[in-house]
């Protein structure tokens, strides 16, 4: 099976802007899981959605966003970027999102805010 | 609420010295525990996790964690170190009423010295 696939790898971007990242999860998987990630902070959760609905929120300002679609791809926004949201941006995926279960992570998206 | 604190950014061994990486938890319920590593330029792989059954688990390349509710602890460890085991290591706590909301630590980087 293919593993979780993020797109793009590298982005970068200037205060203001609005940013769109991807993922797709493992075929079959129907949790989709973004984290954020910066040195010194670890990950920091941000949402969850299962079958195209947002289960689990963060404690993230309205700026950021995602969604779900039918075939469990999901996509995450964040409108009027500022500098302290440079980071990596990790999606998770798993079978069933139940507590117990195995995250598999893709290799993320690197954001670069100028 | 659930927390996890990793005592320790930063760990030095020996190549075939003991690894000791430690994590306490808070949580309000009996919680799902977890360790991740992380290597460079790549998403997380899960190492082990505890989901309320043998309370020493054994998990991927020779790492094992003991969950100690007296001490709300959940250290990682593998009696020889190799250069392989150089990477981050993230310690996580999920509350299995809450579905996939992972919190996780802030790292602990293992340098293996040769």
């Known amino acids: 099976k293919a593993g979780v696939t993020q797109t793009p790898r590298y982005l970068i971007k200037t205060r203001g802007q609005q940013v769109t990242l991807s993922c797709s999860p493992i075929?079959?998987?129907?949790?989709v899981s973004w984290y954020q990630q910066t040195p010194g902070q670890g990950l920091q959760f941000l949402f969850e959605y299962f079958s195209e609905t947002q289960r689990n929120k963060g404690n993230f300002p309205g700026r950021f966003s995602g969604r779900q679609f039918s075939n469990s791809r999901s996509e995450m926004n964040v409108s009027t970027l500022e500098l302290g949201d440079s980071a990596l941006y990790l999606c998770a995926s798993s079978h069933d999102g139940q507590g117990g279960e195995k995250l598999f992570f893709g290799s993320g998206t690197q954001l670069s805010v100028l | 609420a659930q927390s996890v604190t990793q005592l320790g950014s930063h760990v030095s061994v020996s190549e075939g010295a003991l690894v000791l990486l430690r994590c306490n938890y808070s949580?309000?319920?009996?919680?799902?525990l977890f360790w991740y590593v992380q290597y460079p330029n790549q998403g997380l792989q899960l190492l082990l996790k505890?989901?309320?059954?043998?309370?020493l688990v054994k998990g991927i390349n020779g790492f094992e964690a003991e969950f100690k509710k007296s001490e709300t602890s959940f250290h990682l460890t593998k009696p020889s170190a190799h250069m392989s085991d150089a990477a981050e290591y993230f310690c996580a706590v999920s509350d299995p009423t809450t579905g996939n909301q992972f919190y996780f630590g802030t790292g602990t980087s293992l340098t293996v010295i040769p």
């Open positions: 949580s309000s319920v009996p919680p799902y």
């Open positions: 505890y989901t309320s059954a043998a309370t």
């Open positions: 075929s079959g998987h129907r949790s």
